[in-house]
């Protein structure tokens, strides 16, 4: 019996149906339009494109150009690759010109229906990103569909890592734009580092179209892009909370071996109070649960864990003053890793050795909050809707679902389940052989690369030729799939390697040509794709008549969007093919939910070696179990997300302050508003308000104005004057250090003072910030132990960061307006002085480098074929002879240690 869902669902058509068919008018609209746009001359549609542009700037909106603008761009395509859209490829282009996700099957061609779009947002001007997974893809896109655009009269860029600094801005300044994730969200990083505007890369985020969209705003959006940069020298702070973990009581601390944490009581933390307070680390009055003390309390955790969870000899070694990792599993050395968050340094303070510095964050953004910075976003992808809930929640992105071109003929098997992963491998080689016998293409694709090497492993001892492909090379990898479809041809693949090619039955005409002609110069181009068209088409009459492509799958992804991926690589376009899985107990998702069950069923019916079970119901519980997985990590990434959006709504306020102050022309106001907000503060602090002149800290103020803005004069004296209130002193206060601000701005000269007022407020932003994400990753870490004492870590954390950046911007305040009331211009005799300071340091750099220095000790000569890692190599040295590494110390004192 259908339920109430499904009866209406057949009435009404379901949500999607409906969005497909209420753009059926426009796309008959567009089509109506061909014949007048086929009459066009070449310059004909550039003129169209000049007029569209116009009729946009004069405030025609997109959606009412959109059907000229769509059947122009279809006739460019048509003349420059020979390519005329299909109308589902319309449709696609229409929905995300609306904002939303086109989910279009493999081998529909994303790739040109992203030029409809991209043409009609960049008639505004504003330029138009096209993101895709790797640089490969983005210079053979922007290559390609390159072509459609200057047939448009648009231009076309593309962006890659190591690119010089014109090449990179003229391609930002093109109409449309295409780039990887990485590098497009490492530009806004670097931009809102740079000093001045002209500097900048990118002119604003207007429209972007994120090919492949669930990799990169869900697999890869696990991971924040960091810039980072080293710490300032922070050696004493080491040393000096290293001291007191010795003086620790065991009822001062509690330790968590298994997840390696460690953490203080409540006597621990009074304690530490106390010692701090003595050191002058912590200042007088404040507490260890301040947020000022978050980087204290995180560095003060890193002494604990350094003493009390990280033994020598057993996690790490000593060896020629460095600290050396041990691997936990294997027992080697880990030469040049080191652990983070300043952990390493706390060892290094603990042993005693060289403390190096630590890399700190310079900007760091997630793609969620970078891709969400754009006026509109749309993406393409063959596989979204079964994430469609994120990309709503997460990008306000809607789901459609793109009709294809020709009726899907693949055929898929319900899975294939065996007992052991031995017996699934062999029933995989087997169903290999039997393809390959009859000449059909297969694609198998599995989840890790050491899967994917050891199948390879498994083919060569049977004789059966293949390729591996794994995401390493992206040209290679484009190669390989690209010859996936041939005759007989036997391809392994990790699931998401070579994404964004199309596996073309009887292989791809296009790369056999471009080789051809690479290998033979002086071949006719025409005469060599005759041929290899025509041997193409028999070669893909003998893949149709032998099934098309078949892909095995040897194991389900944890994510049903991979599986789906993989499987859709076969049936394109309409062509025949088929799709299996193949799975065992033994596989991780298998094994993690319930195989134990499974296996006890499959035992009383009485399974024989080798025999699988197929049924729908497995299919089903399999999908139940990945919609889990799924869900679970859609819950993380969502946290992370939370905790992320409370420092994006800072970077967001900081970014905008520097763009603001870069686009300036005078800074005065704002540096004034500092100044007299510092006064202000420094006012209420010393003479507080409804307060008795007898109460008041003259002399306080007076050192304070000295020190915080240069001014020297007579408060004590002020104060002592008839009738004079805070308010008179704020405003004498006001008016002298107007007075000596005037001063220097005459001395420096008016624009030089511009100039120094817009370089000492970036810098201070930039330091400031730096040390601010420092702190806020420092609290990251401590603040979710606050859930062992009932309180939300989130509503924490939002808290202390709040306040956290009150604190920079009254630092900020503080140190532009110190630094401004001390700059001076330098005398001439200083100038002189500089001069001959460089000048002497410049031929010291020169000269040759006196043979002054005591020779070293000559060291032990190492013992040929010695291999730290490897102690078969190390000869048979005795506990006290000199180690066979070459240290020059003892063997027992060495890798002795080890041995």
């Given at each position: 019996?259908?339920?109430?869902?499904?009866?209406?669902?057949?009435?009404?058509?379901?949500?999607?149906?409906?969005?497909?068919?209420?753009?059926?008018?426009?796309?008959?609209?567009?089509?109506?339009?061909?014949?007048?746009?086929?009459?066009?001359?070449?310059?004909?549609?550039?003129?169209?494109?000049?007029?569209?542009?116009?009729?946009?700037?004069?405030?025609?909106?997109?959606?009412?150009?959109?059907?000229?603008?769509?059947?122009?761009?279809?006739?460019?395509?048509?003349?420059?690759?020979?390519?005329?859209?299909?109308?589902?490829?319309?449709?696609?282009?229409?929905?995300?010109?609306?904002?939303?996700?086109?989910?279009?099957?493999?081998?529909?061609?994303?790739?040109?229906?992203?030029?409809?779009?991209?043409?009609?947002?960049?008639?505004?001007?504003?330029?138009?990103?096209?993101?895709?997974?790797?640089?490969?893809?983005?210079?053979?896109?922007?290559?390609?569909?390159?072509?459609?655009?200057?047939?448009?009269?648009?231009?076309?860029g593309v962006v890659y890592p190591f690119q010089s600094a014109e090449e990179k801005r003229a391609a930002y300044r093109c109409d449309v734009t295409y780039a990887t994730n990485n590098e497009l969200g490492f530009d806004y990083l670097r931009d809102n580092m740079r000093a001045t505007i002209d500097d900048m890369m990118q002119r604003g985020h207007n429209f972007a179209i994120v090919d492949e969209v669930d990799s990169i705003l869900i697999d890869e959006a696990r991971t924040p892009l960091i810039i980072s940069g080293p710490s300032q020298d922070r050696s004493e702070l080491y040393i000096t909370l290293d001291k007191f973990i010795p003086e620790l009581l065991d009822e001062h601390f509690k330790l968590d071996e298994k997840q390696r944490n460690a953490t203080f009581t409540e006597a621990g933390n009074e304690f530490l109070e106390q010692r701090l307070w003595q050191a002058g680390v912590l200042p007088e009055g404040q507490t260890l649960?301040?947020?000022?003390?978050?980087?204290?309390?995180?560095?003060?955790?890193?002494?604990?864990?350094?003493?009390?969870?990280?033994?020598?000899?057993?996690?790490?070694?000593?060896?020629?003053?460095?600290?050396?990792?041990?691997?936990?599993?294997?027992?080697?050395?880990?030469?040049?890793?080191?652990?983070?968050?300043?952990?390493?340094?706390?060892?290094?303070?603990?042993?005693?050795?060289?403390?190096?510095?630590?890399?700190?964050?310079?900007?760091?953004?997630?793609?969620?909050?970078?891709?969400?910075?754009?006026?509109?976003?749309?993406?393409?992808?063959?596989?979204?809707?079964?994430?469609?809930?994120?990309?709503?929640?997460?990008?306000?992105?809607?789901?459609?679902?793109?009709?294809?071109?020709?009726?899907?003929?693949?055929?898929?098997?319900?899975?294939?389940?065996?007992?052991?992963?031995?017996?699934?491998?062999?029933?995989?080689?087997?169903?290999?052989?039997?393809?390959?016998?009859?000449?059909?293409?297969?694609l198998v694709g599995t989840t890790s690369i050491e899967k994917s090497e050891m199948l390879s492993e498994m083919l060569k001892k049977e004789a059966i030729p293949h390729n591996v492909l794994n995401a390493r090379q992206h040209e290679q990898e484009a190669k390989i799939v690209a010859e996936a479809g041939r005759l007989g041809a036997v391809t392994i693949a990790t699931n998401m390697a070579g994404r964004g090619t199309d596996i073309q039955l009887g292989g791809n005409v296009e790369m056999r040509v471009l080789e051809e002609l690479d290998a033979n110069p002086g071949a006719h181009p025409d005469e060599v794709r005759a041929r290899i068209e025509a041997e193409h088409a028999a070669e893909k009459a003998k893949v149709l008549e032998a099934g098309g492509l078949f892909v095995l799958a040897s194991e389900r992804h944890e994510s049903r969007r991979i599986d789906n991926q993989l499987r859709g690589r076969s049936g394109r376009q309409g062509d025949p093919g088929r799709s299996s899985f193949y799975l065992s107990l033994e596989d991780d998702l298998m094994r993690i939910f319930g195989s134990d069950r499974l296996d006890k069923v499959l035992s009383s019916l009485g399974m024989k070696e080798g025999e699988a079970i197929i049924h729908p119901w497995v299919n089903k519980s399999l999908e139940r179990a990945q919609a889990k997985v799924e869900g679970r990590n859609f819950d993380m990434r969502k946290q992370l997300l939370k905790f992320d959006d409370v420092m994006n709504d800072q970077r967001k306020v900081i970014f905008s302050q520097r763009l603001e102050i870069m686009e300036a022309e005078d800074l005065e106001e704002i540096v004034r508003d500092m100044r007299h907000q510092i006064i202000d503060d420094l006012v209420d602090d010393h003479l507080p308000p409804k307060s008795y002149p007898e109460q008041w800290n003259t002399e306080g103020l007076y050192a304070a104005a000295m020190e915080k803005l240069a001014l020297d004069v007579p408060v004590i004296d002020w104060a002592k004057e008839e009738g004079v209130d805070q308010d008179a002193i704020?405003?004498?206060?006001?008016?002298?250090?107007?007075?000596?601000?005037?001063?220097?701005?005459?001395?420096?000269?008016?624009?030089?003072?511009?100039?120094?007022?817009?370089?000492?407020?970036?810098?201070?932003?930039?330091?400031k910030w730096r040390e601010h994400l420092v702190t806020l990753e420092h609290l990251r870490s401590v603040v979710g132990f606050r859930g062992y004492a009932q309180r939300d870590p989130l509503n924490e954390y939002k808290t202390e960061a709040f306040q956290l950046f009150e604190n920079l911007l009254d630092g900020l305040r503080e140190d532009v307006t110190q630094k401004l009331a001390q700059v001076r211009p330098m005398t001439e005799e200083e100038q002189q002085a500089l001069f001959r300071q460089m000048t002497e340091r410049q031929a010291a750099l020169n000269a040759p480098v006196a043979s002054t220095v005591a020779a070293e000790a000559p060291k032990q000569p190492v013992l040929a074929g010695f291999d730290e890692n490897d102690p078969a190599t190390w000869g048979d040295p005795g506990r006290n002879d000199p180690c066979p590494c070459g240290s020059g110390e003892k063997f027992k004192h060495c890798h002795g240690k080890l041995a």
């Amino acid at each position: 019996m259908l339920g109430l869902g499904t009866i209406a669902k057949k009435v009404f058509g379901t949500p999607n149906d409906r969005k497909v068919k209420s753009v059926r008018p426009l796309v008959e609209k567009i089509n109506a339009l061909e014949p007048q746009f086929q009459a066009l001359s070449d310059e004909g549609i550039k003129a169209k494109t000049a007029e569209l542009k116009e009729r946009v700037a004069g405030g025609e909106s997109l959606e009412h150009v959109l059907p000229e603008a769509f059947a122009n761009c279809r006739e460019a395509a048509r003349r420059a690759l020979g390519l005329r859209a299909f109308d589902v490829q319309l449709m696609g282009g229409i929905f995300l010109h609306r904002g939303n996700i086109a989910e279009m099957r493999t081998g529909e061609g994303k790739t040109l229906v992203a030029t409809f779009p991209a043409y009609l947002n960049a008639l505004t001007g504003e330029g138009v990103h096209i993101v895709t997974v790797n640089d490969y893809l983005a210079k053979r896109d922007a290559d390609w569909m390159g072509k459609v655009y200057a047939q448009l009269g648009m231009t076309t860029g593309v962006v890659y890592p190591f690119q010089s600094a014109e090449e990179k801005r003229a391609a930002y300044r093109c109409d449309v734009t295409y780039a990887t994730n990485n590098e497009l969200g490492f530009d806004y990083l670097r931009d809102n580092m740079r000093a001045t505007i002209d500097d900048m890369m990118q002119r604003g985020h207007n429209f972007a179209i994120v090919d492949e969209v669930d990799s990169i705003l869900i697999d890869e959006a696990r991971t924040p892009l960091i810039i980072s940069g080293p710490s300032q020298d922070r050696s004493e702070l080491y040393i000096t909370l290293d001291k007191f973990i010795p003086e620790l009581l065991d009822e001062h601390f509690k330790l968590d071996e298994k997840q390696r944490n460690a953490t203080f009581t409540e006597a621990g933390n009074e304690f530490l109070e106390q010692r701090l307070w003595q050191a002058g680390v912590l200042p007088e009055g404040q507490t260890l649960y301040d947020p000022e003390s978050t980087t204290i309390v995180h560095h003060v955790t890193q002494a604990l864990r350094a003493h009390k969870l990280f033994q020598k000899d057993q996690h790490y070694i000593v060896r020629n003053g460095e600290i050396v990792l041990i691997d936990e599993f294997t027992g080697r050395m880990m030469q040049g890793r080191r652990l983070s968050d300043g952990l390493h340094q706390a060892i290094e303070a603990k042993e005693g050795v060289k403390i190096q510095p630590e890399n700190v964050t310079l900007a760091s953004v997630t793609f969620q909050n970078y891709f969400r910075l754009y006026d509109k976003l749309a993406g393409m992808t063959g596989t979204a809707e079964t994430e469609a809930e994120e990309f709503m929640d997460i990008y306000r992105l809607g789901v459609v679902v793109v009709p294809t071109n020709k009726p899907i003929a693949r055929k898929d098997d319900h899975d294939q389940v065996y007992r052991t992963a031995r017996e699934k491998y062999e029933a995989i080689i087997a169903r290999i052989r039997k393809a390959h016998e009859k000449g059909q293409p297969i694609l198998v694709g599995t989840t890790s690369i050491e899967k994917s090497e050891m199948l390879s492993e498994m083919l060569k001892k049977e004789a059966i030729p293949h390729n591996v492909l794994n995401a390493r090379q992206h040209e290679q990898e484009a190669k390989i799939v690209a010859e996936a479809g041939r005759l007989g041809a036997v391809t392994i693949a990790t699931n998401m390697a070579g994404r964004g090619t199309d596996i073309q039955l009887g292989g791809n005409v296009e790369m056999r040509v471009l080789e051809e002609l690479d290998a033979n110069p002086g071949a006719h181009p025409d005469e060599v794709r005759a041929r290899i068209e025509a041997e193409h088409a028999a070669e893909k009459a003998k893949v149709l008549e032998a099934g098309g492509l078949f892909v095995l799958a040897s194991e389900r992804h944890e994510s049903r969007r991979i599986d789906n991926q993989l499987r859709g690589r076969s049936g394109r376009q309409g062509d025949p093919g088929r799709s299996s899985f193949y799975l065992s107990l033994e596989d991780d998702l298998m094994r993690i939910f319930g195989s134990d069950r499974l296996d006890k069923v499959l035992s009383s019916l009485g399974m024989k070696e080798g025999e699988a079970i197929i049924h729908p119901w497995v299919n089903k519980s399999l999908e139940r179990a990945q919609a889990k997985v799924e869900g679970r990590n859609f819950d993380m990434r969502k946290q992370l997300l939370k905790f992320d959006d409370v420092m994006n709504d800072q970077r967001k306020v900081i970014f905008s302050q520097r763009l603001e102050i870069m686009e300036a022309e005078d800074l005065e106001e704002i540096v004034r508003d500092m100044r007299h907000q510092i006064i202000d503060d420094l006012v209420d602090d010393h003479l507080p308000p409804k307060s008795y002149p007898e109460q008041w800290n003259t002399e306080g103020l007076y050192a304070a104005a000295m020190e915080k803005l240069a001014l020297d004069v007579p408060v004590i004296d002020w104060a002592k004057e008839e009738g004079v209130d805070q308010d008179a002193i704020r405003d004498r206060l006001y008016e002298a250090s107007d007075k000596l601000m005037a001063g220097k701005a005459e001395a420096f000269g008016a624009e030089t003072m511009r100039q120094i007022e817009k370089q000492f407020l970036l810098q201070t932003i930039d330091s400031k910030w730096r040390e601010h994400l420092v702190t806020l990753e420092h609290l990251r870490s401590v603040v979710g132990f606050r859930g062992y004492a009932q309180r939300d870590p989130l509503n924490e954390y939002k808290t202390e960061a709040f306040q956290l950046f009150e604190n920079l911007l009254d630092g900020l305040r503080e140190d532009v307006t110190q630094k401004l009331a001390q700059v001076r211009p330098m005398t001439e005799e200083e100038q002189q002085a500089l001069f001959r300071q460089m000048t002497e340091r410049q031929a010291a750099l020169n000269a040759p480098v006196a043979s002054t220095v005591a020779a070293e000790a000559p060291k032990q000569p190492v013992l040929a074929g010695f291999d730290e890692n490897d102690p078969a190599t190390w000869g048979d040295p005795g506990r006290n002879d000199p180690c066979p590494c070459g240290s020059g110390e003892k063997f027992k004192h060495c890798h002795g240690k080890l041995a």
